[in-house]
C-alpha cells in the first residue's frame, strides 16, 4: 500500500501561504480560476432535491493540467459544463481571471468526447467557422490561415478538405482539438476526450495534447476515468468521491517530472505509489470517505497529498538505478 505525505496542513489550522514552494496552499494571485463552493442541485420527486455535489473549491494555477476523477454520476460533467458556462451553480461561483462567470465565452474551449462537428463542413471549414466566430472583423485570408496552422499543429495537414464522414474517429478528435485551439482560448476544458479511441490512437493523441499544453502554457481541465491518463498528463488529480453529495477527497500532486516520458514512466520514483494511490481511491475509498470524511475535514482545503515512494518504487530503482538506465 501507498505511504502518503500529508501537506502542511492541519484540520482547522490554515497552512501559511509562505510554507516551503510545493507544499502551500495557493495565494489568492496565482488562482487563475477559483471554484468557490459550488453545489448543484436538481429537483426530485415530492418537492424534494438531490444534490449532485454540494461546498465544492478548487483553485487552479495557469499553466496547470488539472484531471478530476471520480465514479459516474459524482458530477464531473457538471463541474465542466459550469465552467464552461453551460451551466449555472445552485450555490457558489467560478471565478475565472479575476471574474465570475455568467455564460460561455471563447476564453473557455471544450473538447467534448463525441466531436460535434458540422458534418457538411471540411475538417478547414469546421475549424474556420471556430476562428470567425473568435476575430469576427478577420479577412478570409487570415481566418483560414488561423485555422490551417491549428489543423496542422494536430497533425492533419493534407486533410483540410475532407468531410467529417471521411475521417477516423481519432481524426475527427483531432479536429475537435485543433478547432478548440485554433480560437486560443485561456482555457480548455475537456470531457473523457479519448475514451472512445483505440489505444494506439489515444497515446498519440495524449502525446500531442500534452505537447501543445507544455508549448502553449494552456490551463487545462480534463475529465478522465482513465488513471494511467491522469498520471501522465496532470500536475494535479482532484479525486471525487461517490455521489450524491460528492465532494473533492483529495487533490494528489504529481510528484513525476514535468518533462515525463511515457514510455519511461514506469521506471520514474513515485509512480508506483502515485499509480496505486488512485486505484485504492476508485476501488474502495471513494465509496467510504463519500460515508465518512475524516475528522477535520474542511471542503475548502480538501487534503493535499503527495505519494511518495512504494516498495516497488523502491525495489525498482534498487535493481534499476536512473543511472544505468540512461
Ligand atoms: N438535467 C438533469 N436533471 C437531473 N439530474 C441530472 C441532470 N443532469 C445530470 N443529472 C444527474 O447529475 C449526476 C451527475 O451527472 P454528471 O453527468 O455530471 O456525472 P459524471 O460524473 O460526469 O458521470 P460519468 O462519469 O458517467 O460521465 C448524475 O446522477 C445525473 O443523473
Ligand atoms: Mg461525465
Redesign the pocket.
Known amino acids: 500500500m501507498s505511504t502518503l505525505l500529508p501537506f502542511a496542513r492541519r484540520a482547522g489550522r490554515p497552512a501559511p501561504d509562505t510554507a516551503e514552494a510545493g507544499t502551500r496552499r495557493m495565494s489568492t494571485s496565482e488562482k487563475f480560476i477559483s471554484i468557490e463552493g459550488i453545489a448543484?442541485r436538481?429537483p426530485a420527486p415530492w418537492g424534494k432535491s438531490?444534490t449532485?455535489f454540494n461546498d465544492l473549491w478548487l483553485p487552479m494555477r495557469r499553466g496547470e493540467f488539472v484531471c478530476m476523477i471520480?465514479?459516474?454520476?459524482?458530477?464531473?460533467?457538471?463541474?465542466l459544463n459550469i465552467l464552461a458556462g453551460l451551466d449555472a451553480p445552485s450555490e457558489g461561483v467560478v471565478i475565472v481571471d479575476g471574474q465570475a462567470i455568467t455564460g460561455t465565452s471563447l476564453d473557455r474551449a471544450v473538447i467534448f468526447q463525441g466531436h460535434a462537428l458540422l458534418p457538411w463542413r471540411s475538417v478547414l471549414g469546421n475549424v474556420a467557422y471556430a476562428v470567425s466566430s473568435r476575430w469576427r472583423k478577420a479577412k478570409r485570408a487570415e481566418i483560414e490561415a488561423r485555422a490551417r496552422r491549428a489543423i496542422a499543429t494536430v497533425g492533419l495537414a493534407g486533410s483540410e478538405h475532407k468531410r467529417p464522414s471521411e475521417l477516423s474517429g481519432g481524426m475527427k478528435q483531432r479536429v475537435g482539438i485543433a478547432r478548440a485551439l485554433a480560437i486560443e482560448p485561456k482555457i480548455l476544458l475537456m470531457d473523457?476526450p479519448f475514451s472512445a479511441l483505440d489505444a494506439l490512437t489515444r497515446g498519440t493523441l495524449q502525446d500531442e495534447v500534452r505537447r501543445i499544453c507544455v508549448e502553449t502554457g494552456q490551463t487545462v481541465f480534463m475529465?478522465t476515468?482513465d488513471v494511467d491518463e491522469a498520471i501522465y498528463l496532470a500536475d494535479r488529480i482532484v479525486l471525487m468521491t461517490n455521489?450524491?453529495e460528492a465532494k473533492v477527497a483529495e487533490i494528489v500532486e504529481n510528484p513525476l517530472p514535468k518533462d515525463r516520458d511515457r514510455t519511461q514512466l514506469h521506471h520514474a520514483p513515485g509512480y508506483y505509489a502515485l499509480r496505486n494511490h488512485l486505484i485504492d481511491f476508485l476501488v474502495t475509498r471513494s465509496r467510504t470517505l463519500r460515508d465518512a470524511m475524516p475528522e477535520g475535514y474542511d471542503p475548502r482545503h480538501p487534503p493535499v497529498v503527495r505519494p511518495s515512494l512504494s516498495e516497488a518504487d523502491a525495489a525498482a530503482l534498487a535493481t534499476d538505478p536512473p543511472a544505468r538506465r540512461a
Open positions: 448543484r436538481y438531490t449532485i471520480g465514479h459516474s454520476g459524482c458530477g464531473k460533467t457538471t463541474v473523457e475529465i476515468h455521489g450524491p
